[in-house]
Nanobody, 114 residues
Framework: QVQLVESGGGLVQAGGSLRLSCAAS???????MAWYRQAPGKQRELVAR???????VYADSVKGRFTISRDNAKNTVYLQMNNLKPEDTAVYYC?????????WGQGTQVTVSS
């Protein structure tokens, strides 16, 4: 069973940037990978997904601000977050969304102050 470990979260002012990383314990070259987030009192939602060929999908709320990328040589997926807004505050989770059961990381907190 592959394990996912996120890093890079923290506290940032509105308008700032953060880069999240998700390291997998073994190769995920053959899998799509994704970032989700969950804010207090809200359901977990898809933020961005990247396919094996590099195709990407983004939530409307982050289009133009966030970029997902992957480095298969390092078994790592990244989420570059620019122009952060207070409403981006959430726990961010890395996932392998198309395996059963879905594999989740432990999450990393992102807090954006106004």
């Amino acid at each position: 069973q592959v394990q996912l470990v996120e890093s890079g979260g923290g506290l940032v002012q509105a308008g700032g940037s953060l880069r999240l990383s998700c390291a997998a314990s073994k190769s995920t070259r053959a899998n799509a990978m994704a970032w989700y987030r969950q804010a207090p009192g809200k359901q977990r939602e898809l933020v961005a997904r990247i396919g094996t060929g590099g195709s990407t999908v983004y939530a409307d709320s982050v289009k133009g601000r966030f970029t997902i990328s992957r480095d298969n040589a390092k078994n790592t997926v990244y989420l570059q977050m620019n122009n952060l807004k207070p409403e981006d505050t959430a726990v961010y989770y890395c996932a392998l969304p198309f395996v059963s059961p879905t594999v989740w990381g432990q999450g990393t907190q992102v807090t954006v102050s106004s």
